[in-house]
């Protein structure tokens, strides 16, 4: 199971800038950036409802889930 996170898609279609949001959510831009690079290993729900709120956005259009896929070899 792997879960990615879009948070650059909603920016750009926001035409929001990390920062930006950094500045609206109180969330260092360092944190931010490893929520949207895929490196985050969680999220708190605080810190998700105050993106979703900040982006008008629902959960889902940050965080979808894929299925791994199987080696072939």
Do not use: H, W
Request: hydrophobic share 35%; glycine share 2%.
């Amino acid at each position: 199971m792997s879960i990615k996170v879009n948070l650059d898609l909603v920016l750009v279609k926001r035409d929001m800038t990390l920062t930006e949001l950094s500045e609206r959510v109180g969330i260092t831009i360092s944190n931010l950036s490893i929520l949207k690079n895929n490196k985050a290993r969680a999220i708190r729900f605080s810190t998700l409802n105050a993106i979703c709120r900040e982006l008008q956005c629902q959960p889902g259009d940050i965080l979808e889930y894929e299925e791994e896929k199987e080696d072939e070899s």
